[in-house]
């Protein structure tokens, strides 16, 4: 019996349906609340509005590259293997959410300064982190057993987490020594920027959260199918 | 005890040969090989190892399910089963070179239990690889291991450890240019250099032609002899199993047959033989 | 074994390898001279624009040197599986990787120690009245490097494609030394040269973060 294997798929639907629809909900209002309700920028006008989703996408993928670290230690400390289910799923999750920083800031970059690309301190940390994880993705994909996979990329988890503040720090005391146009708001924000920020940040943690438990019990299922596969062919003999 | 050991060398006097000449054969330890590394009842006396349900799990495979065994001291055991059956596997969960994934392994020494860090002093193993470095020379290799294990004086206990193999005259060649003979006695000589109470030898006469084949056989019973306890995965008949007081059979991780420490191993071991020449034709 | 002896045993033991063949060395020596050649026709080699692109050219070249000469750290160990041999000694896992740490990085100061002069000499750049500082850097620098590099070099042994897995893995990671350590040596070349402190704190604290990582858990890459 698959059974035998200590970590469990959760049982119970993929998704429940409420929870659907309340991240549909914050995704509704807060779409609403960029594109329509929030004051325009004096500056940059329209396109401005795509910065609520860049930087709540950068916050949020930040988000998920710390349940890795999390993921990784707990792996570390209880070998049950559900926690590399976590880390997995919250790595592909942070490098989607950090491949969306990397397309909004160049649309964003373009009316703007006329440029595609600034290697802006923000930018060029995204770009860093995003080469980072998908580094430990295709770690991963090289180690072909469960158990000696999740160990050794839940040590490079780790260090790639630990790395995380530093390349923040390195790339941003750099530029400040070398300048470059910043995508951002240079300035500080309208309050009700603020609000719309906030429920943008809500919604994209929302759908982080629906997508990682998606992704873990696709995880959790692929395991289950391996040790079907694994008795059946030593059944057939 | 007296009495199987008269048991035993009607065993060694008709299963092992003559060793080949000009080899002598190495000896677990003796008075002369420095001062005692504070082992207890007396120093040729070996290990007993209890397994309590151990399992081990690579994935999804289950490489040992509930192994429950105790090998006493002074114990000569023959693991016999196919590959894939958890010899490998169980061997290195006893030289703590793997962690069970559930169950207990405990080791004692007379009459105390022993702690991690003692038993890793007291265990010699002979695994699939030789476990010495290709671009060091011999005395290079058995001096790095002496300093790991923390022996005194490291230098001469490699050179003494070099004689009983046969290697002394090779001491300064690098292991690169040896033949599989020569690497394989140069492996046991690593195995025995802290003088170990508990032998682990993973498949030893694999590659090795029929001379090198006798001189291990020969070099088994003077260890058992010795009071060494000695665990050893084999593959079918061969002149390894001269000295063997006990088999135990593994078949998909689980205890198929044991001879149990009083009993007749011969019977297991001629069912094990019989089992592979079946499949082997059967395939 | 302490720990301090059973490291100072393994770093001996690589030392000697290392030195009986010295095939590594010489590779990773040849191997940055080509780096530093090729690099001289992407730019003007004057003395100012050498100050500019110089240091980073020459990090870089370290890095891309260091991310190959850390492969054969434990792809060694497993030609006669000898990292069994290691864990059956009654040592801590952490001396084998921390003696491995120890060799890679005198390896790895030791080209850069030899190709400075060569630098300095084709890029037009005087490094004695700096000499000191540079030195620093460079230990501090390549302290991250040779950690990071023998973690993931054991990391890598234990997948496939890891010659071309461990550049992957390191690049990234290393890349917050390149930009202190170029930072700090381009501060070092200016008139008047200049020391930073925030780089070299930055430096030394990426060194320790990665120690303590690499004490905490590099020994779980050593197990089975």
Redesign the interface.
């Given at each position: 019996m698959a059974g035998e294997s200590e970590s469990r798929i959760p049982s119970g639907p993929a998704i429940s349906w409420p929870s659907v629809l309340v991240v549909f909900l914050l995704l509704a209002a807060a779409s609403y609340g960029a594109l329509i309700k929030a004051p325009e920028e004096a500056t940059m006008g329209l396109v401005q509005r795509i910065f609520y989703f860049h930087v709540s996408s950068a916050w949020t993928g930040f988000i998920a590259f710390i349940l890795v670290f999390i993921g990784s230690i707990a792996y570390l400390r209880t070998r049950a293997l559900k926690w590399d289910w976590l880390s997995v799923a919250s790595a592909e999750v942070g490098v989607a959410f950090f491949t969306v920083v990397l397309v909004t800031g160049p649309i964003w970059a373009k009316p703007v300064w006329g440029i595609w690309w600034t290697w802006d301190a923000r930018l060029t940390s995204s770009f860093l982190l995003w080469v980072l994880f998908v580094s430990y993705l295709i770690l991963r994909t090289l180690v072909d057993e469960p158990e000696r996979r999740a160990m050794v990329a839940a040590v490079f988890g780790i260090f790639a987490t630990l790395d995380i503040p530093l390349v923040y720090f390195s790339i941003w005391w750099f530029r400040t020594q070398h300048p470059q146009p910043v995508i951002g708001n240079g300035g500080s924000l309208d309050g009700r920027m603020w609000q719309v920020l906030m429920l943008c940040w809500a919604a994209t943690l929302g759908v982080m959260a629906l997508l990682i438990r998606i992704r873990y019990r696709l995880e959790a299922m692929r395991m289950e199918v391996d040790a079907l596969r694994l008795e059946a062919s030593r059944n057939s003999r | 005890m007296p009495g199987s050991a008269a048991a035993r060398s009607n065993y060694c006097a008709n299963w092992s040969r003559a060793e080949p000449s000009g080899v002598s054969t190495p000896q677990t330890s003796s008075p002369t090989n420095g001062p005692s590394d504070g082992r207890n009842g007396g120093p040729n006396s070996g290990l007993t190892v209890r397994f309590s349900g151990i399992e081990k799990?690579?994935?999804?495979?289950?490489a040992l399910r509930g192994v429950s065994l105790e090998i006493g001291a002074g114990e000569c055991v023959a693991l016999v089963g196919h590959n894939g059956s958890g010899k490998t596997t169980l061997l290195?969960i006893t030289?703590?070179?793997?962690?069970p994934s559930k169950g207990q392994l405990t080791f004692s020494s007379g009459n105390s239990t022993l702690s991690s860090?003692d038993i890793?002093?007291r265990?010699g193993?002979v695994?699939?690889?030789?476990?010495?470095?290709?671009?060091?020379t011999a005395e290079?290799n058995l001096v790095?291991?002496a300093?790991?294990?923390?022996l005194p004086d490291p230098v001469a206990r490699a050179r003494q450890s070099l004689e009983p193999v046969g290697l002394s005259r090779r001491a300064s060649d690098m292991v690169r240019t040896f033949s599989r003979g020569m690497r394989q006695r140069l492996a046991i000589a690593?195995a025995l250099l802290a003088s170990p109470q508990l032998l682990l030898f993973d498949e030893p006469a694999a590659g090795l032609d029929p001379e090198g084949q006798q001189w291990l056989g020969a070099t088994l019973s003077k260890l058992h002899a010795q009071g060494c306890t000695i665990i050893m995965s084999t593959h079918g008949r061969n002149e390894t199993q001269g000295s063997v007081t006990r088999a135990i059979r593994l078949e998909a991780g689980e205890v198929t047959h044991d001879s149990g420490p009083n009993g007749d191993p011969y019977g297991v071991l001629a069912l094990a033989a019989v089992r592979e020449t079946a499949e082997g034709d059967a395939r | 074994m302490s720990l301090v002896h059973a490291t100072a045993t393994i770093l001996a033991k690589e030392l000697r390898t290392e030195f009986r063949s010295r095939e590594l060395l010489g590779t990773t020596i040849v191997f940055v001279l080509i780096v530093i050649v090729l690099f001289s026709f992407t730019f003007n080699p004057t003395s100012s624009e050498s100050r500019r692109f110089g240091p980073g050219l020459l990090w870089l070249a370290f890095l891309f040197a260091g991310s190959l000469m850390l492969q054969p750290s434990f792809l060694r160990e497993q030609t006669n599986d000898t990292l069994a041999a290691l864990r059956l000694a009654p040592i801590d896992p952490f001396s084998i990787l921390a003696g491995k740490m120890a060799a890679n990085f005198l390896f790895l100061l030791l080209v850069e120690l030899i190709l400075l002069p060569v630098f300095a000499v084709l890029y037009n750049i005087a490094i004695f009245p700096i000499l000191a500082p540079l030195v620093l850097v460079l230990a501090l620098g390549t302290i991250g490097l040779a950690t990071t590099g023998t973690v993931f070099s054991a990391v890598a042994a234990q997948a496939r494609l890891r010659e071309l897995l461990l550049p992957l893995l390191l690049l990234p990671v290393l890349a917050p030394v390149l930009i202190a350590s170029t930072e700090a040596t381009v501060g070092l070349l200016r008139d008047p040269s200049e020391l930073s402190p925030v780089w070299l704190t930055f430096l030394t604290s990426f060194d320790v973060v990665f120690l303590t990582a690499a004490w905490l858990f590099g020994e779980y890459l050593l197990e089975e």
């Open positions: - | 799990r690579y994935g999804m495979r289950m290195k030289a703590l070179l793997a962690r860090d890793k002093h265990i193993m695994a699939h690889n030789i476990l010495v470095y290709d671009e060091l290079e790095f291991f300093k790991l294990f923390n690593r | -």
